[in-house]
C-alpha cells in the first residue's frame, strides 16, 4: 500500500470477508467490509500483512498472509487469511 498514491482502492478478498481498502497514506486506511469492525468506512492504522510470530510485512497486504490494522475502537485486528488483492481502478464498477 506504501508504493500506491493517496486515493488508491484496493479490494481484498480474505477467508470470511471481501474489504474495501483506500489508501490514506503513511499508514492510515480507510477500510470498509467487515460487518461487525467495518461495515461503513472507517480510518484505521493499517499495520500490513503478518505471517508467523514474528512475521510483519510493514504496509503491505499479500494473499496468504492475514492483513492487520489497529481498529480506533476494537484495537488490533487479524483477518483470516487474503485470498486476493486487487486494485480497483477509478470510474470502473467493483
Known amino acids: 500500500m506504501d508504493e ?31 460487518p461487525t469492525y467495518c461495515p461503513t468506512p472507517v480510518l484505521v492504522d493499517l499495520h500490513g500483512s503478518v505471517g508467523g510470530a514474528n512475521m510483519l510485512k510493514i504496509w503491505a497486504i499479500e494473499p496468504g498472509l492475514k492483513m492487520e490494522f489497529n481498529h480506533p475502537k476494537f484495537g488490533v485486528i487479524r483477518t483470516s487469511r487474503v485470498h486476493s488483492v486487487r486494485e480497483l481502478k477509478p470510474g470502473l464498477p467493483s
Open 4 to 34: 500506491l498514491p493517496v486515493g488508491t482502492m484496493v479490494e481484498v478478498k480474505t477467508g470470511h470477508s471481501t474489504y474495501l481498502v483506500e489508501n490514506r497514506g503513511e499508514g492510515k486506511a480507510l477500510i470498509s467490509g467487515h
